[in-house]
């Protein structure tokens, strides 16, 4: 087997000490532009790789942050991946995406396996409500980060939408255009965090005097699938004025089920979605009724927040937490002609 280029075999080329070469690579000293200029020709010239195993001994970092969210494919999610992937690419870290499917096994699982690979910091939608786990990460000294949802005592920073206003604007606009029996779907893991979604609905109904209808408010697993099977059995029961599904994933099953029962929006139904499809909202017909939210943002956010942690550029400081608000975009398909 060929060896590959070594450390030393940079130094030599480029003229310099070992010591010198691993500053340089590492960031760690002073080296002066030329001799900076050497190193890095003879790195060019013979194709040296470093090796990340022996530098983050070195220097007790891994170049890892680890993402874990409830549904990576969410138009949502893909779009705060983006934004996390941009400012950490800059910063030279890699990403590890995880998917809990929000399962609280799947998500203790990822938990664990992280925990021993020793990552950088953590970016975390929670889908339960464990202290003692995102306590440990903390004890560890891992810079830990809360996307869209939050666990309630402990001490990380957090990056989310304004979700009860912006769900109040919401459910009122539905409430402005007539509708009085508002149908709702919630994921089950809002059931765990005190959906603010389903508050500001609540809320719109209370300020419009409407009595809220437990029947109407509706959970299911975060998919297509389970977002299609709870608007079947619900119509079972009665037809509402509208349905306001909190993520895009369940707009699309409710969209699906209303294609197949031939139920037409909005003449016979109202639909609205608290999030877009995002690049995608131009092949939904009608279009929906939707808050737009700067997902993209979310994640560099989030993402600079974390980098500031790991830097070491806000020691013990207070949690920091940063509110985007949605837009509301008002469509076709809450809108009868009125």
Request: glycine share 6%; aromatic share 8%.
């Amino acid at each position: 087997m060929v060896r590959g280029p070594n450390l030393r075999d940079v130094a030599q080329r480029a003229g310099v000490s070992v010591m010198t070469v691993s500053r340089f690579i590492n960031q760690s000293g002073y080296v002066n532009k030329e001799t900076s200029r050497r190193i890095a020709n003879a790195i060019k010239e013979l194709q040296y790789r470093p090796n990340q195993i022996a530098k983050s001994l070195q220097t007790m970092k891994t170049g890892n942050i680890a993402v874990l969210l409830g549904n990576v494919s969410s138009p949502m999610s893909t779009l705060a991946i983006k934004g996390i992937e941009h400012v950490s690419f800059q910063k030279g870290y890699n990403l590890l995406v995880c998917n809990t499917d929000f399962s609280e096994e799947k998500e203790q699982k990822y938990l664990d396996i992280l925990m021993q690979k020793q990552i950088d910091g953590m970016i975390l939608a929670p889908c339960s409500n464990r202290r003692e786990s995102l306590q440990e990460v903390l004890d560890r000294g891992i810079p830990l980060l809360f996307l869209d949802r939050r666990v309630q005592g402990i001490p990380a920073d957090y990056v989310g939408f304004d979700f009860e206003n912006d769900s109040f604007r919401l459910t009122s606009h539905l409430i402005d255009v007539g509708c009085k029996k508002i149908a709702i779907l919630c994921r089950e893991a809002d059931i765990v965090h005190e959906s603010p979604q389903l508050k500001g609905y609540t809320r719109a109904l209370e300020s419009a005097s409407i009595p809220l209808d437990e029947k109407n408010v509706l959970y299911c697993h975060s998919s297509s699938k389970a977002g299609y099977e709870v608007m079947e059995e619900a119509m079972k029961r009665c037809m509402p004025d509208a349905v306001y599904a909190t993520s895009s994933v369940l707009a699309a099953g409710v969209l699906r089920f209303f294609r197949d029962k031939a139920i037409r929006i909005p003449e016979d139904c109202l639909v609205a979605s608290f999030d877009s499809f995002g690049e995608y909202d131009d092949l939904i017909r009608p279009n929906l009724t939707c808050n737009e939210v700067p997902a993209f943002a979310l994640g560099i956010s989030g993402a600079e927040l974390l980098m500031d942690r790991i830097s070491g550029g806000t020691p013990d400081t207070e949690p920091r937490h940063v509110v985007f608000p949605g837009k509301l975009l008002l469509r076709e398909s809450t809108w009868r002609g009125r």
